[in-house]
């Protein structure tokens, strides 16, 4: 079935360190990919997202560019700051509406 | 614009009791899902509403579970007896629309953490 794999945590950097989370996904067809991020004491919300292949998502200095060839979905940031300390899920949406699929998600620390 | 609303933020029981938790998704969103959250685990769909009808329930352990979605807006999730490995994060999450490609986004409430004894 669906699934997607992700970098194991947690992720610790001094803050205005470059960001790299990995993440790769085994789909049949083509489908959706997704960054979450959930903060401490909250849920989760939608970071950015991509539809088809080359497709670069971007939002609040983050970016991923969904790779078919690849099949990865790495989320970058050049310069993090201690407020984006929180967890990252990567999920895909496989094709045809079906449900969303999650990773394991991964802690990043960002320390001042 | 008002998000989604889960109670209760905490629940402790022991194991064989019953729980039940509630949400209210955004406002005209019709799509309703129900997520358990593992510690250090992503969300896993437990099921998914499109108004108050069921799309998806094949991950819900129905001996245990169940789930309703009355006139097609709030929600409620019961658990029934509990067993120590439900301890986790119930998750509701709405969105606008169920569309074929599923682009659509998925928003989240805070989520009801279950502590089972």
Known sequence: GDSVTQMEGPVTLSEEAFLTINCTYTATGYPSLFWYVQYPGEGLQLLLKATKADDKGSNKGFEATYRKETTSFHLEKGSVQVSDSAVYFCALSPSYGQNFVFGPGTRLSVLP | ?117
């Open chain 2, 1 to 117: 614009e008002a998000g989604v609303a889960q109670s209760p933020r905490y629940k402790i029981i022991e194991k064989r009791q019953s729980v039940a938790f509630w949400c209210n998704p955004i406002s005209g969103h019709a799509t309703l899902y129900w997520y358990q959250q593992i510690l250090g685990q992503g969300p896993k769909l437990l099921i998914q509403f499109q108004n108050n009808g069921v799309v998806d329930d094949s991950q819900l352990p129905k001996d245990r579970f169940s789930a309703e979605r009355l006139k097609g807006v709030d929600s409620t999730l019961k658990i029934q007896p509990a067993k120590l490995e439900d301890s986790a994060v119930y998750l509701c999450a709405s969105s606008l629309h169920r569309d074929r490609w599923n682009t659509g986004e998925l928003f989240f409430g805070e989520g009801s953490r279950l502590t089972v004894l």
